[in-house]
């Protein structure tokens, strides 16, 4: 048997570039800390995370908006009142309708 396609020291110069080449795409392709892959994840991560933090500050201003109309409204503040939580004025008489089925 010939040993020498065996050894390394005996194979091309452009076949071993190569190799290595080949070696170092896969490690930092898939194997690395910071691999395009791991990369990848994190930019979609991020992108949906800034999309969210978007989202909650809408959300955050339309509460704010809320907020500031109640103190400044009264009969808003009145209205839910009765009509969420079934308050009512003292000597009040409150009827409830069931709505027809």
Sequence with gaps: MNTKYLNPLYWKKSF??????GS???????????SLMTRYQLHSKKSDL??????????????????????????LLEKIAREEYGMRKPGETVYRVKPAD
């Design 16 to 21: 071993l570039i190569s190799l290595l080449i």
């Design 24 to 34: 170092f795409v896969l490690w930092f392709t898939f194997f690395d800390t910071y």
């Design 50 to 75: 800034i999309e969210r933090t978007k989202d909650l500050n809408q959300k955050t201003s339309e509460l704010q908006q809320k907020i500031e109309e109640l103190k400044n409204n009264p009969d």
